[in-house]
């Protein structure tokens, strides 16, 4: 704008004031600085109750996407000690062994396993403990006796690796149907096995004796014995077969106590029946085949109840209770190579007990005794063994 010239009249000259901003700009300005200010305020004063409310928002989220179906089941606990896995896998109260981690699996199915055979290998050394006080001749005869009996073993052991193998694999894959079915196949293929075995073993139980060494005297002494222990064998082969199904389910602490009773009816009638305690009749070397039958026979009873009624992993139906030859046939080849295996072994054995013979009973007594020492020192090597089976099995299902 214009300025006026002074009173003195003096020249005008034309200044250009200072650019001053727009009021609206002004104003503008000056509320988002005192915006500013206010929020800063409240954000600092309000910062820490979002932060956690923002937290909790999260947390909770979280837990609602993270959070475990109702069926699931609880969450691990405290580590357990070796001990309490050992009190569990004798029992037979740590769960399904090839959900959890590998060693503690190897554990729960191997303990039972390692058990279970030191409880089978029990059978002859008891007999051989009681008869040894019957004399030499009744010592051999028990001897040679088992040493025939082998071949059952041989193929008792032998299939009994077909059907853990095909259980395992049935159970890995949830068909517990076919599991059944398989462990039925095995009972049945057991009685055929029996049967032939039986017969054949009670006739010429006098020839095996001979063939295996014994003079008249050991084969006079053993053949009662030998006839029971022959025309018995179904007790063997089921015992043995129907431990496998179990292993294969992985209900390995089932087969462990079924021998336990096996057992401990063996270790009380054996003296009761050989010696004649009390009311029992002195029956001899006899006897001892009785007590073992026995005992071997109440462990089959007690594994068909829990088949049959008690369930579990593994449990036949009356449907499933009919002869398949096409899941027999497979238990046969899955067992073939593991048989012949094993029938390497229990050849070599047998020819030791026939050259051992003929150095007399004393020997072959001794002899025997040794070996049933010895083989308690495998016994951890055939449990490993069968519990990588197991798991291998269920594994590949």
């Known amino acids: 704008m214009r300025m006026r010239s002074g009173a003195g009249g003096g020249s005008s000259r034309r200044q250009e004031p200072r650019a001053r901003p727009p009021t609206a700009i002004v104003v503008a300005w000056t509320n988002a600085r005192r915006v500013r200010s206010v929020f800063i305020v409240a954000f600092r004063d309000s910062a820490p109750r979002i932060a956690?409310?923002?937290?909790?928002?999260?947390?909770?989220?979280?837990?609602?996407?993270?959070?475990?179906?109702?069926?699931?089941?609880?969450?691990?606990?405290?580590?357990?000690?070796?001990?309490?896995?050992?009190?569990?896998?004798?029992?037979?109260?740590?769960?399904?062994?090839?959900?959890?981690?590998?060693?503690?699996?190897?554990?729960?199915?191997?303990?039972?396993?390692?058990?279970?055979?030191?409880?089978?290998?029990?059978?002859?050394?008891?007999?051989?403990?009681f008869v040894s006080k019957l004399g030499d001749e009744a010592m051999a005869a028990v001897a040679l006796t088992e040493s025939g009996i082998t071949i059952i073993y041989t193929l008792a052991v032998g299939l009994s690796i077909g059907v853990t193998a095909l259980v395992a694999r049935r159970i890995g894959e949830g068909n517990r149907d076919g599991a059944a079915r398989a462990a039925a196949q095995a009972v049945f293929l057991g009685v055929l096995l029996a049967i032939v075995f039986g017969v054949t073993g009670v006739i010429f139980a006098g020839d095996i004796l001979s063939l295996m060494g014994a003079d008249e005297t050991v084969v006079a002494t053993g053949l009662p014995y030998t006839r029971i222990m022959f025309g018995g064998n179904i007790v063997i082969l089921l015992l043995f077969l129907l431990n496998a199904a179990f292993r294969g389910a992985g209900d390995a602490a089932i087969a462990m106590r079924v021998l336990w009773i096996a057992n401990g009816l063996n270790i009380v009638l054996d003296p009761l029946l050989i010696f004649g305690v009390g009311p029992f009749p002195e029956l001899g070397v006899q006897g001892?085949?009785?007590?073992?039958?026995?005992?071997r026979g109440t462990a089959v009873l007690v594994q068909l109840y829990t088949l049959f009624r008690l369930g579990g992993t593994l449990r036949i139906r009356r449907p499933?209770?009919?002869?398949?030859?096409?899941?027999?046939?497979?238990?046969?080849?899955?067992?073939?190579?593991?048989?012949?295996?094993?029938?390497?072994?229990?050849?070599?054995?047998?020819?030791?007990?026939?050259?051992?013979?003929?150095?007399?009973?004393?020997?072959?007594?001794?002899?025997?005794?040794?070996?049933?020492?010895?083989?308690?020192?495998?016994?951890?090597a055939w449990g490993l063994s069968n519990a990588a089976a197991t798991m291998v099995g269920q594994g590949l299902g």
């Open 52 to 129: 956690a409310s923002f937290t909790a928002t999260m947390t909770e989220s979280g837990e609602h996407h993270n959070r475990p179906p109702a069926d699931a089941p609880p969450a691990a606990g405290p580590r357990e000690t070796w001990w309490q896995v050992f009190v569990h896998a004798v029992r037979g109260t740590g769960g399904d062994p090839t959900t959890g981690p590998l060693r503690r699996a190897v554990i729960l199915l191997a303990i039972p396993m390692v058990l279970e055979m030191v409880m089978e290998s029990l059978f002859a050394v008891v007999d051989i403990y």
């Open 288 to 295: 001892a085949a009785i007590a073992t039958t026995i005992g």
């Open 320 to 380: 499933q209770l009919r002869i398949q030859p096409a899941i027999m046939a497979r238990l046969v080849r899955l067992s073939a190579t593991g048989t012949l295996q094993t029938f390497i072994g229990t050849a070599s054995w047998i020819g030791l007990i026939r050259v051992t013979a003929e150095f007399g009973a004393e020997a072959l007594a001794g002899y025997v005794i040794a070996i049933r020492v010895i083989l308690f020192a495998i016994l951890p």
